[in-house]
């Protein structure tokens, strides 16, 4: 069935976000909770005096990611190939946020990214707290979703509400710089990182022929493909293996 086009500002977004970052702070808090009791727990049972040194090995959150547009669970390992150099792996998973359907459903997301490190402390003084590394990264995500939305036909004089399925595909690369704090006799490790790059988007959709999305009420649309600039910024919270 087809209707007349008229100004109409819908509000499920709102409900759409309350969900969203309820689901945030409840893992927030879990994950912090569960993170610090265990690293507690082994720091206690542990009398080994530890220096400040780099870890060889390390297992690192990154709490920042939950705060994204859309937030991602991410998870990353690093370890240390020669000397000074290390590489870091991560992967990040969003979930189906749209648990009541409200705006978008069938919502997931996964991305990696992977970075080779140097760090700058060529002395490996064991009393050092803060290592600085500069690193090239290259990175990739996937996302999928779909939501009710207007599509127009006749030239915008009629529309109908349907479902239209994204995907959505994004990879680039950064050059990071950034520090990581290995506070002396500690299990955790801090990792305090920005860069800049570039990146790129393919989105798909299913639109019908000869239809066009009405965005009357988008006032910021960041699913548009193309090559864009790119700033990141990250705090990861590490947990030291060796």
Avoid at 44 to 72: C, G, M, N, V
Avoid at 131 to 142: D, L, M, S
Avoid at 201 to 207: P, S
Wanted: aromatic share 16%; charged share 20%; net charge positive.
């Amino acid at each position: 069935m087809y209707h007349k086009l008229t100004p109409n500002i819908h509000l499920s977004t709102i409900a759409q976000n309350t969900n969203y970052w309820r689901w945030v702070i409840k893992y927030w808090l879990f994950a912090c909770l569960g993170f610090v009791s265990h690293s507690a727990v082994c720091y206690a049972q542990d009398t080994t005096a530890r220096a400040s040194s780099l870890p060889h090995l390390s297992f690192k959150w990154s709490p920042t990611s939950l705060i994204e547009p859309k937030p991602y669970m991410q998870v990353a390992i690093e370890h240390k190939l020669v000397n000074n150099l290390y590489v870091n792996y991560e992967l990040g998973i969003t979930p189906n946020l749209s648990l009541d359907g409200v705006t978008y459903k069938d919502s997931y997301g996964a991305r990696l990214r992977f970075d080779v490190r140097w760090y700058l402390d060529t002395k490996r003084d064991k009393s050092t707290f803060a290592h600085f590394f500069i690193a090239p990264e290259v990175f990739g995500k996937y996302e999928q979703w779909s939501r009710e939305q207007w599509v127009t036909r006749n030239g915008g004089a009629y529309a109908e509400l349907t479902d239209v399925k994204y995907k959505k595909y994004v990879y680039g690369g950064n050059i990071l710089m950034g520090v990581k704090l290995t506070p002396k006799n500690s299990f955790i490790t801090v990792d305090i990182l920005g860069g800049l790059g570039f990146k790129a988007k393919d989105i798909t959709q299913n639109l019908p022929l000869n239809t066009d999305i009405w965005t009357f009420n988008e006032f910021f649309n960041f699913n548009i493909p193309g090559i864009y600039p790119n700033a990141v910024f990250g705090v990861k919270v590490g947990y030291r293996v060796k």
